[in-house]
């Protein structure tokens, strides 16, 4: 691993970009990725232990995606949903069969907080109650009823008016689980809190969650948009343990980089949904039905999924270091929990040609790569990281 990278001047953006992005935290500009690795503007090659905030998980640019789009787009670009697609029937099998959790029928949408708000939605309309219950240090999007349920007073209070009634539980703890009751349409969480600081909902609690839900006839929301597609070392973690939701939510790494969401369910939620209930435009369009298609395929074709369990074993075998105190999370989601600041720690790895992430926790550095990441890259991590650790 090269000492030093080149220096990066990002320069002056354009006028006509509004500026709502912080680049302060990633100073440079990103021109071009193949597989683990991105290169910016001034010719340095990074290697991403980031993966795009968790949607690359096939790496950057993946061959079959990329000719599954050219070949999709070159037949129908796009047409409205009101005609009917073999692509988007086909994909949707395909998507159900990878999960084989139980869920027999999935909704298409454009992103992670379309596909919360939407899954809330069906459950406010399935139940007739108003009332959402959502967990401390959750992150769910920021369309209104997924801003709700995600944990940020300051979100709440611009749009005070708008937000309903949240109620907000401790994770993994049983008092949470009194608070579920007739009132109650939905209870929505991730299974790890990807940006609540690598957060595991504990096997027991998902059980005891799942039965007080059912007691009370709410409906359980798993929020899978970061834990699903392979990324925990199974394809989602809805259905493992014994413990179905009612609901899952996908997006990020769903057609390895192509935007898109989806609504998984069962057979008794959809039953309950009649046309027109939910709606999307660009939901199940044809570019992005080739892309998740191409996505299933290669995470079967490579054995990704048992891959990323293997990349976690291994990171935790190899980070035996004092300065890393805790290793939280599963498969290809990691948080190494550091004895100091985890930014100062992620810029210097910058400079040696590493990209990580930082997370809610600042002592946090966040790991999301793509699944293609191999045991010599975590070893190029363990050195870059050592040096910086020992020259701090």
């Known amino acids: 691993m090269a000492a030093e990278l080149k220096n990066t001047d990002c320069g002056t953006r354009g006028g006509a970009l509004l500026d709502v992005y912080s680049h302060i935290q990633y100073p440079f500009e990103l021109v071009r990725g193949e597989g683990v690795h991105v290169w910016d503007a001034a010719g340095n090659k990074y290697l991403d232990f980031y993966g795009g905030h968790c949607v690359c998980c096939l790496g950057h640019s993946p061959r079959e995606v990329a000719d599954a789009i050219a070949a999709q787009a070159k037949e129908l670009l796009f047409y409205s949903n009101l005609a009917p697609m073999p692509v988007r029937e086909k994909a949707a099998d395909k998507l159900i069969q990878f999960a084989a959790n139980g869920f027999t029928k999935v909704f298409f949408c454009n992103s992670g907080g379309e596909a919360n708000e939407n899954a809330l939605k069906i459950a406010i309309k399935a139940t007739g109650r108003q009332k959402i219950a959502a967990f ?99 394809p989602f973690v809805s259905g493992h343990w014994a413990v179905l939701p009612h609901m899952a939510t996908l997006a990020k790494g769903l057609a390895g980089g192509f935007p898109i969401g989806a609504v998984m369910m069962t057979r008794e939620v959809a039953d309950s949904i009649s046309p027109g209930d939910i709606a999307a435009t660009f939901g199940g369009g044809p570019l992005a039905m080739a892309a998740m298609g191409a996505t299933v395929c290669c995470l079967k074709k490579y054995n990704l999924v048992g891959h990323a369990a293997e990349i976690e074993h291994y990171v935790r075998r190899k980070f035996t270091v004092s300065q890393v105190t805790e290793i939280r999370g599963k498969g290809c989601l990691l948080g190494l929990v550091l004895d100091r600041e985890a930014k100062p720690v992620q810029q210097a790895l910058f400079k040696k040609g590493i990209i990580t992430g930082l997370n809610s926790n600042p002592h946090l550095l966040h790991l999301l790569p793509p699944l293609t990441i191999q045991f010599e890259h975590v070893d190029l991590l363990h050195q870059a990281l050592i040096e910086v650790l020992k020259a701090a």
């Open 136 to 234: 401390k240090g959750a992150f769910h999007g920021r369309t209104l009823l997924a801003l709700g349920a995600t944990d940020n007073a300051k979100w709440h209070g611009q749009y005070a008016g708008w937000v309903g009634e949240v109620e907000r539980f401790e994770p993994n703890t049983a008092e949470s689980l009194a608070q579920i009751d007739g009132q109650t349409a939905a209870v929505i969480l991730e299974p790890i809190q990807s940006i609540g600081g690598c957060t595991v909902f504990e096997p027991d609690y998902l059980r005891a969650l799942k039965e007080a839900c059912d007691k009370h006839g709410a409906l359980l929301i798993y929020d899978e948009v970061q834990t699903g597609m392979g990324r925990t070392g199974s």
